[in-house]
Structure formats: C-alpha cells, structure tokens
C-alpha cells in the first residue's frame, strides 16, 4: 500500500512569492494535518483537516491557507513567502483524526 | 500554553545497552503520547504510542511508560542496535474541541556505538 506521498520532494522560492505543497493520503484515510519542521526542532501543528472540513489550526499567520479535496487529498499554500518559512513541510494522514497519524517524507521549502 | 519538554537532546549507547528519554507534557487533558523516529531525510514514523488509559506498553524491544500526576512519559529502547540511530521525537495530543493536533518535544538525536 501506497504511504502518505507529498509533492514536491525539494522547492526554491524566492521571498515574495507564493507555494503550494501537496499530499495524497493513504487510501481510505479522511484527516489530513500539515506540519512545519524547522531545522532541529520538533514538528509545529499548521492545520487539521477532516472530510474537507477545518478542524483546527495552529498559530500561524493568514498567510498560510490549506483545503482538503472529495479525494481527500490536500494542499497547503502559502504566500508572500519569508525567509523564516523555510522548513520541511510534513502532511500526516489518519482514518479519521486523533490516533495514529502516518507522516509523509516532506517537502523541503527553501526561501532565497 | 501548550508545552512538551523533552531530555536528553542527544544521547550516545554502546551497541546492546539501553536508552532511555523522557518527556513532560504541561496540558493535563492530554490524552495521547505518540513516539515518532525520524531518519535522515525522512519523515517521521510512529513507533509506539500510549493513551491515558494505560500506564505502560511494550512493542518487542521498546516500551513507553506513563505517568498522568507528574504528568512524565518515557520511551525505553532495550537492547539497541545501530539501525536505532535517529532522531525520537515525544508528543502529547491534547482534546481541543475536535481538534486532533500533537504537541511534539524538541527531539532527542540517539546514537548507537557499534
């Protein structure tokens, strides 16, 4: 069975400009959740969604914005890009939120 | 607000001894504690969680303990071998009306001495 795959793998952005990320959960998952990780820290909660609903979101500011799909499927988009928003952006899938979350590999945002 | 502090930073075994890391989680309705391990390059992946139902569980050579009043988790790894190098990150999930979102700690960077 397919994982949790999220595309692109790697992205260079220049500061100003806008990115959307992307994630296909496992199959028959329905909650979808986006994670920010920084360099040598611990993943930070950006988002929960849970049959294409908003359920929840962390402290981050308006520039960050994500949706769910019918498929399930998600993406993040963030605008007017900072330096400071360089990180690996993690997407996790569960069958319906809470327990067990399986992560993808990432994508790595690179703001220049 | 919403805190999981997680120790060591870094921890170095010899090949066959074990390891031990410890969480504190600061929402006392946290009722979750998930242990993820991150390779190089990779995402993280779960490997043991704990509800607060339940003080203690073990999956073959890793164990998590639980201990609502101090409100302290650990993760102990017997045994270790030199595939248990990574990076363990703790995390506390507490109930916030619907919301399913994990409180991760800053990571604890195993290595395994052959």
């Known amino acids: 069975d397919a994982g949790v795959t999220q595309s692109p793998t790697h992205l260079i952005k220049t500061r100003g400009q806008h990115v959307t990320l992307r994630c296909s959960p496992i199959s028959g998952h329905k909650s979808v959740s986006w994670y920010q990780q920084v360099l040598g820290q611990g993943p930070q909660f950006i988002f929960q969604?849970?049959?294409?609903?908003?359920?929840g979101r962390g402290n981050f500011p308006d520039r960050f914005s994500a949706r769910q799909f019918p498929n399930y499927s998600s993406e993040l988009n963030v605008n007017a890009l900072l330096l400071g928003d360089s990180a690996l952006y993690l997407c996790?899938?569960?069958?319906?939120?809470?327990?067990?979350?399986?992560f993808g590999s990432g994508t790595r945002l690179t703001v220049v | 607000g919403e805190n999981v502090e997680q120790h060591p930073s870094t921890l170095s075994v010899q090949e066959g001894d074990s390891a031990v890391i410890k969480c504190t989680y600061s929402?006392?309705?946290?009722?979750?504690f998930p242990w993820y391990k991150q390779e190089l390059g990779k995402g993280p992946q779960l490997i043991i969680d704990i509800r607060s139902n339940v003080g203690e569980k073990k999956d073959q050579r890793i164990a998590v303990t639980l201990n609502k009043t101090a409100k302290h988790f650990s993760l102990h790894i017997t045994e270790t071998q030199p595939e248990d190098s990574a990076v363990y990150f703790c995390?506390?999930?507490?109930?916030?009306?619907?919301?399913?979102?994990?409180?991760f700690g800053t990571g604890t960077r195993l290595k395994v001495l052959a």
């Open positions: 995390a506390a999930s507490p109930p916030t009306s619907g919301t399913y979102k994990y409180i």
């Open positions: 929402d006392s309705a946290s009722n979750y």
């Open positions: 969604y849970y049959e294409k609903e908003e359920r």
């Open positions: 996790a899938s569960s069958l319906r939120g809470g327990y067990g979350y399986t």
